[in-house]
Nanobody, 124 residues
Framework: QVQLVVSGGGLVQAGGSLRLSCTASGRIFSSYVIGWFRQGPGKERDLVVAITWDGSNTYYTDSVKGRFTISRDNAKNTVYLQMNSLKPEDTAVYYC?????????????????WGQGTQVTVSS
């Protein structure tokens, strides 16, 4: 069992920055993947970024490359999503999730555990 607690989020103007945190508890192996998803109004929930727990592999969806950075602090069991140059279209509820099975890192499939969502609103 893995438990995930999300913090961060809020309201920011376009061009601003926010950092989300996802703190995990339970037994976590280096092969696990932590992903950040988002679901905008009227949209499906999509995978935005992902990182293996050992940090050896990352994935970024095209729309956030160069603006978002995923990182982890294993000592704190926390994965961070640093979001810079935010745009109104980044407005969404953001979730972190953990995948224990072996999939290609870019897939949104197979996530077993989910944290609560946090609202990110970017005003124009």
């Amino acid at each position: 069992q893995v438990q995930l607690v999300v913090s961060g989020g809020g309201l920011v103007q376009a061009g601003g920055s926010l950092r989300l945190s996802c703190t995990a508890s339970g037994r976590i192996f280096s092969s696990y993947v932590i992903g950040w998803f988002r679901q905008g109004p009227g949209k499906e929930r999509d995978l935005v970024v992902a990182i293996t727990w050992d940090g050896s592999n990352t994935y970024y969806t095209d729309s956030v490359k160069g603006r978002f950075t995923i990182s982890r602090d294993n000592a704190k069991n926390t994965v961070y999503l640093q979001m810079n140059s935010l745009k109104p279209e980044d407005t969404a509820v953001y979730y972190c999730a953990c995948r224990t099975g072996m999939y290609t890192i870019a897939t949104s499939k197979g996530y077993d555990y989910w944290g609560q969502g946090t609202q990110v609103t970017v005003s124009s």
